[in-house]
C-alpha cells in the first residue's frame, strides 16, 4: 500500500506524517527538521542517496500550490521502492542514482500557510481569524484560496536578498505595501524563519543545482537577470524535452527576490522554477497524475544527468 496519498489535499501533518513513514519503511532515506514556522508547524527535509551530486528540490513555497508537495512525496516514494527491488526510475538504475546522488527535498516550504488554504486551520482559531482580517483588505483575492503566504502575511518566495528591493518596489506598486495574502516581501530579506532555514540548509549543502516547484502554467524558468550559468539552459531544454514544458524567461514583475533568483545569483549554478499543470490555483488533485507524469523525467534527469535517458 502506497505511503504518499494523492487522493485528498496534504496538510502539514499529513507530509510530516508520511516523511516519517517513508524514513521508516526504507531506512536508507533519512530526515531532519530545518526550523518549525512561528506558529510551531515543522519544515522538514527528505533525503534520498549518497552520492557525491548533491541536488535541492523543493516545493510548496506558496500556500494554495500545495500539490507541489506531493509531486516531490510520490518521487521519493517511487524512488525508494526502486532502491529496495533493484529496479530503475525513469529508466535509470535506482541503486546506481543513489550512489551517484544525493537527492535533499524539502517539501513544504510553508506548512502554516498550507493549512490555512486546505481547511487545517479550525475557523475559530485565533491563527485563522487573524488571516481572516488581514485578507479583508484585500477582498479581490479570494479567502482563503487565493492565499500565497505564510500566515504572517510573508510572500516567502520573494524574501530573498536577490533583487529583493526591485522586487519591494515592485509589489509595493501593487499595493502589497503590508502583510498580504500575497506578494508582500517582508520587511527585509530572509526575515521569516521558514526563508532563513532554507537559505541556511542550501548554503550548508552547497549543491550541484536546485529546483523550486510551483504552480501553474507548464513553465520553466531557468534565468536570473543576466548571470550566466554554464550549462543551464542546455539543461533547461532537456527538462522542457522530458515534461512537455516551454523553457522561458522569467517574466520581469515575478523576477526577483525568489529562492532560485538567489541560488543563481549567489551560486552562479543551475536552478529552475517549474510551474506545473494549468488552471487555477490551488490545482485539484485530479490534474495529479499528469503532473507527475510530466515531472518524473526532471526529477531524475536532475539528479543524474549523465545516466537518465535524453
Same mark, same amino acid.
Given at each position: 500500500?502506497?505511503?504518499?496519498?494523492?487522493?485528498?489535499?496534504?496538510?502539514?501533518?499529513?507530509?510530516?506524517?508520511?516523511?516519517?513513514?517513508?524514513?521508516?519503511?526504507?531506512?536508507?532515506?533519512?530526515?531532519?527538521?530545518?526550523?518549525?514556522?512561528?506558529?510551531?508547524? +515543522?519544515?522538514?527535509?527528505?533525503?534520498?542517496?549518497?552520492?557525491?551530486?548533491?541536488?535541492?528540490?523543493?516545493?510548496?513555497?506558496?500556500?494554495?500550490?500545495?500539490?507541489?508537495?506531493?509531486?516531490?512525496?510520490?518521487?521519493?516514494?517511487?524512488?525508494?521502492?526502486?532502491?529496495?527491488?533493484?529496479?530503475?526510475?525513469?529508466?535509470?538504475?535506482?541503486?546506481?542514482?543513489?550512489?551517484?546522488?544525493?537527492?535533499?527535498?524539502?517539501?513544504?516550504? !510553508?506548512?502554516?500557510?498550507?493549512?490555512?488554504?486546505?481547511?487545517?486551520?479550525?475557523?475559530?482559531?485565533?491563527?485563522?481569524?487573524?488571516? @481572516?482580517?488581514?485578507?479583508?483588505?484585500?477582498?479581490?483575492?479570494?479567502?482563503?484560496?487565493?492565499?500565497?503566504?505564510?500566515?504572517?502575511?510573508?510572500?516567502?518566495?520573494?524574501?530573498? +536578498?536577490?533583487?529583493?528591493? @526591485?522586487?519591494?518596489?515592485?509589489?509595493?506598486?501593487?499595493?502589497?505595501?503590508?502583510?498580504?495574502?500575497? !506578494?508582500?516581501?517582508?520587511?527585509? +530579506?530572509?526575515?521569516?524563519?521558514?526563508?532563513?532555514?532554507?537559505?541556511?540548509?542550501?548554503?550548508?549543502?552547497?549543491?550541484?543545482?536546485?529546483?523550486?516547484?510551483?504552480?501553474?502554467?507548464?513553465?520553466?524558468?531557468?534565468?536570473?537577470?543576466?548571470?550566466?550559468?554554464?550549462?543551464?539552459?542546455?539543461?533547461?531544454?532537456?527538462?522542457?524535452?522530458?515534461?512537455?514544458?516551454?523553457?522561458?524567461?522569467?517574466?520581469?514583475?515575478?523576477?526577483?527576490?525568489?529562492?532560485?533568483?538567489?541560488?543563481?545569483?549567489?551560486?552562479?549554478? +543551475?536552478?529552475?522554477?517549474?510551474?506545473?499543470?494549468?488552471?487555477?490555483?490551488?490545482?485539484?488533485?485530479?490534474?495529479?497524475?499528469?503532473?507527475?507524469?510530466?515531472?518524473?523525467?526532471?526529477?531524475?534527469?536532475?539528479?543524474?544527468? !549523465?545516466?537518465?535517458?535524453?
Amino acid at each position: 500500500m502506497a505511503i504518499v496519498d494523492t487522493t485528498v489535499p496534504i496538510t502539514s501533518a499529513s507530509c510530516d506524517r508520511m516523511i516519517r513513514e517513508i524514513v521508516g519503511v526504507y531506512p536508507f532515506c533519512r530526515s531532519e527538521v530545518l526550523t518549525n514556522t512561528v506558529f510551531q508547524r +515543522p519544515v522538514r527535509t527528505l533525503v534520498i542517496g549518497n552520492g557525491s551530486r548533491k541536488v535541492l528540490y523543493t516545493a510548496a513555497h506558496h500556500a494554495n500550490e500545495w500539490i507541489t508537495a506531493l509531486v516531490l512525496l510520490r518521487f521519493a516514494e517511487e524512488l525508494a521502492e526502486a532502491i529496495a527491488s533493484d529496479d530503475a526510475i525513469y529508466g535509470v538504475p535506482a541503486r546506481l542514482l543513489a550512489q551517484s546522488s544525493t537527492i535533499y527535498m524539502v517539501p513544504m516550504v !510553508d506548512p502554516d500557510g498550507v493549512d490555512l488554504v486546505v481547511g487545517a486551520i479550525p475557523p475559530q482559531s485565533p491563527s485563522f481569524l487573524a488571516a @481572516q482580517i488581514l485578507a479583508s483588505s484585500f477582498p479581490e483575492i479570494p479567502f482563503p484560496a487565493g492565499w500565497k503566504a505564510n500566515l504572517v502575511g510573508v510572500d516567502l518566495n520573494l524574501n530573498y +536578498p536577490a533583487g529583493w528591493l @526591485q522586487a519591494r518596489e515592485i509589489k509595493f506598486a501593487q499595493g502589497f505595501d503590508r502583510p498580504a495574502p500575497r !506578494d508582500f516581501v517582508g520587511r527585509a +530579506p530572509l526575515n521569516q524563519l521558514e526563508t532563513r532555514a532554507l537559505a541556511g540548509y542550501t548554503q550548508t549543502l552547497d549543491p550541484a543545482l536546485v529546483l523550486a516547484y510551483h504552480t501553474q502554467g507548464r513553465v520553466i524558468y531557468w534565468q536570473f537577470r543576466d548571470y550566466f550559468v554554464p550549462g543551464a539552459e542546455e539543461l533547461g531544454r532537456r527538462f522542457a524535452a522530458a515534461s512537455g514544458y516551454s523553457l522561458e524567461e522569467t517574466p520581469y514583475a515575478s523576477s526577483f527576490a525568489g529562492f532560485k533568483d538567489w541560488f543563481i545569483q549567489d551560486y552562479r549554478r +543551475p536552478g529552475y522554477t517549474i510551474e506545473v499543470g494549468e488552471g487555477e490555483n490551488p490545482l485539484p488533485l485530479s490534474q495529479f497524475d499528469q503532473i507527475y507524469r510530466e515531472n518524473i523525467g526532471i526529477l531524475t534527469i536532475a539528479a543524474a544527468p !549523465d545516466l537518465a535517458e535524453s
